[in-house]
């Protein structure tokens, strides 16, 4: 079976501030990772996913993540954070075959953005 | 193209009170997925129809609920009699046939409240 932890459940950040928000997994097979972010009021949209190749991957909204497979991390990161990046972040994973594409999630980080 | 739609948005219901939520996938997606999110926990699987067929439902909590996808199109999740423990949003999701690569699209989910 998967797991996904994410260790913050909620971070304050400054605007124009970076932020990294962690997240971990545990995993006996390969996995793809994902993440996702729920706006206030919305459904969950996809960020930015790594299915294989280069380990940085860019995303939506200046968003980015870093798979770091010896450590089992998926780390999301933006350099300056704007007041509408304010939201809750899942990161998620999916076993690469067999897992008919179900999805295991994290409890998701809150992020606020303060002015 | 229109989204994921679920509805209702909101139900608020009585234990031992039966309700149905409704998701009407995005047209051609034959992958249709429910989850769960019980208050400050991570989102949890349901299960999975390919078409009109269920594909996984190993999340499925008890025989209170009962999933259902006519003719391959919209799905229902009724949970009947409802208990104080269901409380929660539950997300639907729906892909195109195929690999994860496509990911997923969800819908603004289900609120329901049991008293």
């Known amino acids: 079976a998967q797991s996904v932890t994410q260790l913050d459940s909620q971070v304050p950040v400054f605007e124009e501030a970076p932020v990294e928000l962690r997240c971990n997994y545990s995993s006996s097979v390969s996995v793809y990772l994902f993440w996702y972010v729920q706006y206030p009021n919305q459904g969950l949209q996809l960020l930015l996913k790594y299915l294989s190749g280069s380990t940085l991957v860019k995303g939506i909204n200046g968003f980015e993540a870093e798979f770091n497979k010896s450590q089992t991390s998926f780390h999301l990161r933006k350099p300056s954070v704007h007041i509408s990046d304010t939201a809750e972040y899942f990161c998620?994973?999916?076993?690469?075959?067999?897992?008919?594409?179900?999805?295991?999630f994290g409890t998701g980080t809150q992020l606020k953005v303060e002015l | 193209e229109a989204g994921v739609t679920q509805f209702p948005s909101h139900s608020v219901i009585e234990k031992g009170q039966t309700v149905t939520l409704r998701c009407d996938p995005i047209?051609?997606?034959?992958?249709l997925y429910w989850y769960r999110r019980v208050m400050g926990k991570e989102i949890k699987f349901l299960l999975h129809f390919v078409k009109e067929s269920k594909q996984d439902e190993s999340g499925m909590p008890n025989n209170r609920f009962l999933a259902e996808r006519t003719g391959g199109t919209y799905s229902t999740l009724k949970v009947q009699p409802a208990e104080l423990e269901d409380s929660g949003v539950y997300f639907c999701?729906?892909?195109?046939?195929?690999?994860?690569?496509?990911?997923?699209?969800f819908g603004s989910g289900t609120r329901l409240t049991v008293v």
């Open positions: 998620a994973v999916s076993v690469v075959t067999g897992g008919g594409n179900k999805l295991t």
């Open positions: 999701a729906s892909s195109p046939p195929g690999r994860i690569n496509y990911g997923y699209t």
């Open positions: 047209s051609g997606h034959d992958n």
